[in-house]
């Protein structure tokens, strides 16, 4: 795979942080945040680009076995089409033409499938980050976060990169899963009908 989506994401991110006026001028003083190193530092950006790489597998497998159905039919036709009836030769090409349609649906959605959740995935990350930037701009009264990658040579003092992942995860409560909820138990089965009485004998 190219460069990580998720770097080449934060880099997004921390250019909107400089000219969006997420830093507010106020005493001069300056931060910055490494998210090569927010990688490694943060379990929750670790578990949502293995999630992603996962459905990138998945989804290749998906393909892999629909050319495999179709190179199948395709070599059974060439190799067996002369002594097939021609019944059943029309109906392996017929087959044909429907993985072939599968495969070019199955390309189409994986794709669309993946753009979706990167986009999703852009989205959500840069709320987040933004919103613990922005906190730890005010606490520390913060005039410019920069991103480490726009710096040339910074004081490692002035690095908040473990702070911003700790809260990162801290939000998704990665440090405690949440207890499953008790089962809850089945309603009690109605009791039968009582029997009528039987009519007395005339």
Known sequence: MKKSILIALWAIVCAAFVFSGVCVAQEGKMAFVDFAKFANASKKAQDQQKKFQDKVIQKRTELENKKKELDAIQEKIQKQGPMLKEDTRNQLIKELGIKEME????????????????????????RDIAKIISAIRTEKHLTLVFDSGALLAADDALDITDEVAKRYDA???????????????????????????????K
């Open 103 to 126: 495969l070019k649906l199955g390309e189409k959605e994986a794709q669309n499938a993946l753009q979706n959740d990167q986009r999703e995935a852009q989205d959500s990350f840069r």
């Open 171 to 201: 939000e998704a409560g990665t440090s405690k899963a949440p207890a499953p909820a008790a089962p809850k138990k089945p309603a009690p089965a109605p009791a039968p009908p009582a029997k009528k009485p039987a009519a007395p004998a």
